[in-house]
Each structure stands twice: as C-alpha cells, then as structure tokens.
C-alpha cells in the first residue's frame, strides 16, 4: 500500500519526519509503449484502432497475472512496477528471468501472428531498481518514485518497434537466474542479446550501461 504524502504547510516538519520513515522497495520496472498508436487514429475508424488497442492489451498475458503492478497509463503507454516481495510471492513469473521470458514471448507472439491488422508492434524497456518508494500525493492511488523509474523512462529513448532494452543491472539480476537454474545463454531468448552499450542520459549524472533484444 502506497505511503500517502499529502501536507498543506510547506514548511511542516512533519513531512520531513514522514519522507525519513519510508523504506525503499526495490523491484523490477517496466515501460511498455504501442508503437504507431497516434498514426493510426489518423488512418482507421474507431471501431479499428480500438479494436487492435484492445487484442494488443489484452494478449500481453503477464499483465493479467500482474494485475495490481499496472501503475499507470499515459496514452498507449504503460508503466508497470512489480516489487520484489510480489515477484518472489508469485508461482508463474517469480524469478526476473521468467518476467523476460514472458515479455519476450509475447512481443514475439504479436509479431508474427498470422493475421494482420491484429495487433499493434510494441517497445519495452526493463531496469532493476533499488531507489525507489512506494509513495502517491493523491488519495488512494499507488505510485512509486524515485531516480530508477526515471531511469527507465529514459531508457525507452533506445527502444524502438519490438525491441526490449533492458539496463545492465536487471540484465545481471537475469544472468544470475540462469546460474542458478543451470541454464546457457544460448539456449535461452537472450541468445541473440546485444554487446553492453554506454549512455548518458539527461538529468542522469553518471553513465548508464544497457542492453537490447529486438524480436521479429
């Protein structure tokens, strides 16, 4: 449950005192954007582009088993942040190899599904998170802040049609899975995974390592 922030003085100390009291909920974050969802609008009836915002949503199965993680949507995009104690709690999808597994699945799935006009291509970017809080400033809403959802929005500058970009530290998290599960790289959906890049991304004052999938 969210920590509700919500203190009329500017000047009150007992926001300070609240703000010092919050743990950090490191979890694994998700942006997931509908590519080409504006230029179609433009191009079909309602009863179309609804039609395939709808088989899109609802085909990305590992949302229905994340239901409550579904923070929030800005147009066609969604951002969904999975805390670790929801992740470790679940019998599916309990480990971040398996969310990636998952997500690559499903982007694969819509990509070549052998009906057109079905769905609409999709981008994804994952980062592994240590700062972040589970606060809201509105009223019986769930958010989560912090330097590492930021970081994830901005990761989503290198995604681009059916690719996962994915920080170096959630792609570590996944390596370590396979370790434990005895399983090769190469046998696995991230055999064609890209070499490690390096940016810098505005407002981030230290350089972030990244990597990609592109699925098709």
């Not at 433009?42 to 088993?65: A, C, E, H, M, V």
């Not at 694969?108 to 609409?120: K, Q």
């Not at 046998?187 to 991304?201: G, K």
Request: with cysteine.
């Amino acid at each position: 449950m969210a920590h509700y922030i919500h203190f009329r003085d500017p000047n009150s100390k007992e926001i300070e005192e609240k703000l010092a009291g919050i743990p950090k909920c490191p979890g694994t974050c998700f942006f997931i954007d509908v590519i080409n969802s504006t230029d179609i609008k433009y191009k079909t009836d309602f009863s179309d582009w609804g039609k395939q915002l709808n088989n899109t949503f609802n085909f990305i199965s590992f949302l229905n088993d994340f239901p409550d993680n579904v923070v929030k949507g800005i147009g066609d995009e969604l951002m969904l942040y999975i805390p670790d104690e929801d992740l470790f709690s679940k019998t599916a999808y309990n480990n971040y190899f398996a969310l990636l597994e998952e997500i690559y699945a499903t982007i694969d799935n819509l990509v070549n599904y052998p009906v057109p006009n079905t769905f609409l291509n999709c981008k994804v970017s994952i980062h592994y998170c240590t700062e972040v809080y589970n606060i809201s400033y509105f009223e019986h809403a769930n958010d989560y802040y912090g330097i590492d959802i930021d970081l994830t929005a901005r990761l989503m500058s290198k995604a681009k049609a059916n690719r996962i970009v994915m920080s170096e530290k959630f792609f570590t998290k996944v390596k370590n899975d396979l370790v434990d599960k005895n399983l090769r790289i190469e046998n696995t959906s991230l055999a064609n995974i890209s070499p490690v890049y390096m940016e810098d991304f505005k407002g981030v004052p230290y350089p972030t390592e990244y990597r990609f999938l592109d699925i098709g």
